[in-house]
């Protein structure tokens, strides 16, 4: 059976030295911003990068889409959640 988003975003947290959650919840910008360290995705704004330009920099680095501009700005969806997973060597096996 394949992992839940929950599941998937639980392992991706773990991969990237955060914690899992019990309730099902989006990425905050912190966990984000660990998943573009992990991914090794420099970013080029000082402070904090608006929650919107990390994911499309995610979706873009981990090849589901082809350009920062065509990358899409909203929730990680599940099949974005297989990808970063398997690109941070998440598991989600329980």
Do not use: W, Y
């Not at 990068?49 to 082809?66: D, Y």
């Not at 899409?72 to 969806?77: C, E, P, V």
Request: glycine content about 4%.
């Amino acid at each position: 059976m394949s992992p839940t988003v929950h599941e998937l975003r639980n392992a991706i947290r773990v991969a990237t030295g955060r914690f899992e959650r019990e309730v099902a919840a989006s990425f905050t910008k912190e966990e984000l911003q660990a998943i573009c360290e992990a991914l090794g995705v420099a970013i080029d704004e000082a402070g904090q990068p608006s929650t919107a330009r990390m994911r499309r920099l995610i979706r873009t680095q981990v090849g589901v889409e082809e350009s920062l501009e065509a990358a899409d700005d909203s929730t990680l969806r599940k099949a974005d959640l297989q990808a970063i997973a398997e690109a941070v060597e998440a598991s989600s096996d329980s």
